[in-house]
């Protein structure tokens, strides 16, 4: 999911994904953290901070070239998520069936780590607690 980024001109949370059942992070020795959606789960992953993208109130007009990757990966793990403009960039209002309505939401995922000598994620996903 790293690789999945898009350097778009203001920095800026993507690479959602949608209708995930479980998701698998590793480093380079097989260790991981296996994420399993109870049942399904919005993820996304990205080599920074959430704080990275907002600055908060004050804007200092950065770009994505200002953003430096960091020795971290953020994981988000979500019920859902929904886009924050429409068709356009200039002002088009997302379409309706793409909104989530202000209301309580909440969302249940199982958290487990692994390693090369346990069995894939794909497995362990289905495993029950």
Same mark, same amino acid.
């Given at each position: 999911?790293?690789?999945?980024?898009?350097?778009?001109? !203001? /920095?800026? +949370?993507?690479?959602? =994904?949608?209708?995930?059942?479980?998701?698998?992070? &590793?480093?380079?020795?097989?260790?991981?953290?296996? #994420?399993?959606?109870?049942?399904?789960?919005?993820? $996304? #992953?990205?080599?920074?901070?959430?704080?990275?993208? @907002?600055?908060? /109130?004050? =804007? !200092?007009? !950065?770009? *994505?070239?200002?953003?430096?990757?960091?020795?971290?990966? &953020?994981?988000?793990? @979500? +019920? =859902?998520?929904?886009?924050?403009?429409?068709? &356009?960039?200039?002002?088009?209002? *997302?379409? /309706?069936?793409? *909104?989530? /309505? $202000?209301?309580?939401?909440?969302?249940?995922? !199982?958290?487990?780590?692994? $390693?090369? &000598?346990? #069995? *894939?994620? #794909?497995?362990?996903?289905? +495993? =029950?607690?």
């Amino acid at each position: 999911m790293l690789d999945q980024h898009h350097p778009y001109i !203001r /920095p800026q +949370e993507n690479g959602n =994904k949608s209708d995930v059942r479980w998701v698998a992070l &590793t480093n380079d020795d097989g260790v991981g953290l296996l #994420a399993v959606g109870m049942p399904l789960l919005d993820v $996304s #992953a990205y080599p920074f901070l959430n704080e990275d993208f @907002d600055e908060g /109130p004050q =804007k !200092r007009q !950065r770009h *994505t070239t200002d953003v430096r990757r960091r020795d971290l990966v &953020t994981l988000n793990l @979500d +019920e =859902k998520q929904m886009g924050v403009s429409g068709d &356009t960039s200039w002002g088009a209002r *997302t379409h /309706p069936e793409y *909104t989530l /309505p $202000s209301m309580e939401y909440s969302c249940r995922f !199982r958290l487990r780590p692994f $390693s090369r &000598t346990d #069995a *894939t994620p #794909a497995v362990r996903s289905r +495993e =029950k607690f």
